[in-house]
């Protein structure tokens, strides 16, 4: 028997901000305790190396299980972990903090790596308006 393996990853689509979304310039997530949270560590992936990564390679290197095998494991057992991760469904981006509260659109190119785009750029307003990419939205953190 297969395992179904879900994806986070989308195609030549634009994630905006949400609707209430406090934020309106991109900030960077502040640490909490001294420590990064998932948001922070997924601002600092994605700025660090713009469209070289999916949303499937950003969701699990800052899922816990992606953080606890780092760089000590092997292909073959990151593999095994990152299967077994997704095949159960993930939130993808659109559930990200970058989105919901941080001012931060996450676009995905036609081969489905990202990039962040602070809400009051010219980027962002420019992705947001152009009719032959997907627009979504992050989702809201509260109810309407």
Known sequence: MTKTVYTTN???????????????????????????????LQYKMIVEAPYKYTSDDVIFATSARGRQLGAKATKQELSLAREEF???????????????????????????????????SKRYQALARDPAIQQVRAMRTRRA
């Open 10 to 40: 989308c195609f030549n689509t634009f994630i905006q901000v949400a609707e209430d979304c406090p934020a309106r310039s991109g900030e960077e997530p502040p640490a909490r305790a001294g420590n990064p949270t998932v948001a922070g």
């Open 86 to 120: 997704f095949s159960k469904g993930q939130a993808c981006l659109r559930a990200s903090g970058l989105g919901k509260r941080f001012g931060w659109g996450v676009h995905a190119d036609d081969e489905g790596r990202v990039a962040i785009h602070a809400v009051d």
